[in-house]
């Protein structure tokens, strides 16, 4: 997840509070995830794209129905959402939190709040732009659906989803990279100019 800056307006702030308080017990695990998907140790990368690639390729051979798949999930979910608080609790203890994890955990609550809130305010854009200018609008969303509905027909509809979901977890950490090597080019960039 990006870096979060606190300068939030009041509602995020609150947002954020409430967020923070809903997800207290997954703090640990929510923690751990952030650190995956941020790269924090080099085979990181590597494992997130084994996890999605066996997880993908289990799908393909048990080949469920919709419904199965659908209703598995749920309970799989419904599980993760009872059990992991009380398994996180016992594991990592109830308040062994140090400054710098809970802290941590702020900023990826920030993220979350901002993200929700870009999201939204992206989707209201999209509608104010279909009032504005409804023939390209049509136009634009013609040519998406056309183009991804060719992409589908293509490549395999798992097979996608699979690309989809590994580029979308790859997504934190690739940012990141891009953005450490950018500044360092205008680091040198910066050097060269004043050496000229």
């Known amino acids: 997840m990006a870096e979060a800056s606190d300068n939030s307006t009041p509602l995020q702030a609150q947002e954020t509070a409430q967020l923070e308080e ?8 929510i923690l751990a995830v952030d650190q995956v998907l941020r790269w924090q140790k080099p085979w990181f990368p590597l494992a997130l794209i084994g996890f999605t ?3 993908f390729l289990s799908l393909y051979y048990l080949d469920p129905s919709v419904l199965t798949g659908v209703s598995s999930s749920i309970v799989i979910l419904s599980l993760a959402d009872y059990l992991v608080p009380i398994i996180a609790s016992k594991i ?10 809970q802290q941590r955990f702020h900023e990826i609550c920030i993220s979350l709040v ?5 999201f939204t305010d992206w989707w209201k854009g999209f509608f104010n732009f279909k009032d504005r200018r409804p ?10 659906l056309l183009g991804m ?18 580029f979308v977890l790859l997504l934190p950490g690739i940012m990141i990279c891009v953005s450490k090597y950018t500044a360092m080019v205008r680091r040198l960039f910066r050097r060269g100019k004043k050496n000229d």
Not at 22 to 29: A, K, M, T, Y
Not at 114 to 118: E, L, V
């Open 22 to 29: 809903h997800l207290q017990g997954w703090r640990e695990v």
């Open 53 to 55: 690639t066996a997880f």
């Open 135 to 144: 023939k390209t609008y049509f136009l634009l969303v013609l040519s998406a």
């Open 149 to 166: 509905a060719w992409v589908g027909q293509q490549v395999h509809n798992l097979l996608l989803t699979h690309l989809i979901v590994t």
């Open 114 to 118: 901002k993200t929700y809130h870009r």
């Open 92 to 101: 990592f203890g109830s308040n062994q939190c140090r400054v710098s994890e």
